[in-house]
């Protein structure tokens, strides 16, 4: 066999190859494929890298550098999750080093931090900008700082400039260190010092303490947390902070107990996981529809891999995946259980606790990044989960066993990543993932998405329809307010029709919940002056700053930037400024005008930011300690409550009128996902659907809960327009700071595509949001046809975007490829 010496290795950069090191004799028995290792990269940069292959061929153009150490003793990536990543990469036309940076968790990725010190020996020759004495003052009291510090602590938003011009001058200097992300966490346990096993020794402890009281008591207390002095506990520890409490002592006198030899201290690494000590419960058991859907998936997973449920809202398809993953668990088989939305995970996971209790696994954003490492760690070493519940990350997990994966709600777009690279659907890479392992994939949905839908009726999945709703609970009575009209008759209560607030009024009277869903956070999309028209716009972004009035704030929902208020118009002077449309928390100031009573919740963004905001919003509305809850599409899926008989969709128009063509098929999902919230249990809901345009037809297929007739309209003008499922969609974008660049190197891609791929290309052309964050944008859509290789497509445009950016006009031109864009 030969002598392995060289590896290829995956670095977090955005360039589309791996990198050689050299392997020295020190680490050759500790290298694996999969592996972290610590590298040099460039002339001052360290990172942290997976090994991906092993070999003995030297690179012939250029000097390779010595892997500085490696960081574990056994793979921290599978082979699976490579070949995976491998996909991704190539599917989605991104590298495998974003496709790293995506899948690990930060505190598995080590980056070298740039510190600034400050030079003691520097003595100003000439005078120094503010700016320039500001980070000196800074450095001068620190010592030491990062570039981050600088720009957080002296409140400049980019202070490289500053020190660039200090190096130069030589009054600091920088170096590099190794940043480490993940910190085990740990309490600090008191155990009996080895000196003191004998009970001869420990007699004479108690009489050596006779005359310090507190530290006698503080011995005793020890001996009986850990159950008495005998031989067989000696070996036990206590947690300090239970010490210290139950003997009412100070952390001080423990530690004189330390000092003089009686007691050990040490660190303890303990979990941040929560452990569930409740007892569990059975499946229960199924309705004879439900037992209907099981037995169909189950055949049609003896030969296909993929089944889609359509089952409508309130159906009971949860309970069916219960028995699904309960099932794949007595097999030996792990399971990943996919939801588009973190809101989601709050109930679901409480049903999934009582079935598998510390056998679940959670994993999403708002877990810390800590506590993100312990979940993949356990995935990997300790197999305590056997059943994940996640949002679209969880598709990189290091799973090596799964039998099944379930996509639930799979219709939904926040399964689709947008930015950064890489742009990936986890719907579709879950497929690719099952295919891996050998696994089936479920995909349940009351809404299905057109091409999962349309996979179904080809024969690709196995289809499973349930159209019954659980205990026979109706399906809600939808209700169309033409609030053009009422507006004319001026009977509109602010946004509420008179029918929505007698139905609201009826509900409040019998007890009964409320939801009113408006897809769009905030008190008002924007401002407009009375007098010259003037809208209040982003300074970074091409798009109007939406009001936040519990914070009396412009904000853009694009960058972040925000200001106050302004008193007066900054065009004309006037002070007639105006809010124009209404967002949730516009909603939620008016229904407390017409119900001051009443208690009154809002769920979006704003108000579920932190990790456990969802949670309690859900649970106070479950307890019944809020009447009406108000929300964004946060609320309109798989959230099962009680007691909600009136549903209100508050303006139907903004989401049929969006500028895409998926805007009807997500207005049909989203109105018909909130819908079912009505009505749940014991009772026939009712939903208030306000719109200008009640003859729509995506409307009235809401109404007739008419899947096949809208899914039937979609696909002939899908077909008729060269859209999915018929072709395959991949958006180029072309950034630049400068306008002109960009409308030049845009017109310049859009030419050289339009020589290789003909009429296949649309654009260039200036998106509906034409600037964020200061980069231009310009859009080219290709078109592709079935039957065409793909791959080959993707070779054709990426030698497109190279010819592009090696332009010497072009140089500093971003393109960034979205393939199966949403």
Known sequence: MKTVYFADIILPVPLPRLFTYEIS?????????????????????????????????????????????????????????????????????????????????????????????????????????????????????????????????????????????????????????????????????????????????????????????????????????????????FAKSIDKNVLRDKSNASSTQIKELVKKGYFVEEEEQISRLTKSNDSLRGVHQLSESQQKAYDQIKTHFEDKNSVLLHGVTSSGKTEIYIHLIKEQLEKGKKVLYLLPEIALTTQITSRLKKVFGNELGIYHSKYTDAERVEVYDDILKNNNYKVVVGVRSSVFLPFDNLGLIIIDEEHENTYKQFDPAPRYHARDAAMVLAHYHGAKVLLGTATPSLESYQNAQLGKYGLVELFERYEGIQMPRIITVNVREERRKKKMNSHFSPVLVQHINEALENDEKIIL????????????????????????????????????????????????????????????????????????????????????????????????????????????????????????????????????????????????????????????????????KKKQGTVILQTSNPDNPVIIDVINNNFNQHFHSQMEERKAYKYPPYYRLIYLTVKHRNQNTVNQASDYLGEYLRSVFSHRVVGPQAPTISKIQNWHLRKIMLKIEGGVSLTKVKDLIQDAITTLVSHPGFKATIVQADVDPM
């Open 517 to 680: 869903f408006q897809n769009r956070r905030g008190f008002s999309p924007y401002l407009e002056c009375n007098q010259c028209g003037w809208v209040p716009k982003c300074d970074y972004c091409d798009v109007s700053m939406t009001y936040h009035k519990h914070i009396n704030q412009l904000t853009c929902h694009y960058c972040g930037n925000s200001y106050t208020l302004p008193r007066v118009c900054k065009a004309c002077g006037s002070p007639s400024l105006q809010t124009k449309g209404f967002g949730t928390e516009k909603i939620e100031e008016d229904i407390k005008l017409i119900f001051p009573e009443v208690k009154v919740a809002r769920m979006d963004l704003d108000t579920s930011r932190t990790r456990k905001s969802h949670e309690t919003i859900i649970g106070n509305f479950e307890r019944g300690e809020i009447d009406i809850l108000i929300g964004t599409q946060m609320i309109s899926k798989g959230l099962d409550f009680d007691h909600v008989s009136v549903v209100g969709i508050l303006n139907a128009d903004s989401m049929l009128n969006y500028p895409d063509f998926r805007a009807f098929e997500r207005s049909f999902q989203l109105m018909s996902q909130v819908s079912g919230r009505a009505g749940r």
């Open 25 to 233: 004799e020190e680490w050759i028995s500790n290298v694996e494929i999969g592996s972290r290792v610590i590298v040099p990269f460039g002339k001052k940069k360290i990172y942290s890298g997976i090994i991906y292959s092993l070999h003995d061929t030297k690179p012939e153009d250029y000097e390779t550098k010595e892997i500085i150490s490696v960081l574990d003793e056994t793979p921290v990536v599978n082979e699976i999750q490579l070949n995976f990543w491998n996909w991704i990469a190539q599917y989605y036309m991104c590298t495998l080093g974003e496709v790293y940076k995506a899948a690990l968790p930060s505190g598995l990725k080590l980056e070298s931090e740039t510190k600034v010190h400050y030079n003691s020996e520097f003595i100003a020759e000439e005078k120094l900008s503010p700016k320039e004495n500001l980070v000196l003052d800074y450095l001068s009291e620190n010592k030491t700082a990062t570039i981050q510090d600088l720009n957080n602590l002296t409140d400049l938003k980019n202070s490289l400039p500053i020190i660039k011009s200090l190096l130069e001058r030589e009054a600091v200097f920088i170096s590099e260190r190794l940043k480490d992300g993940y910190k085990p966490k740990t309490k600090k346990i008191i155990r009996l010092s080895e000196d003191y096993y004998k009970e001869q020794k420990i007699q004479n402890a108690f009489t050596d303490l006779g005359n310090a009281k507190k530290q006698l008591e503080i011995f005793m207390t020890f001996f009986t947390l850990i159950g008495g002095a005998n031989p067989s506990n």
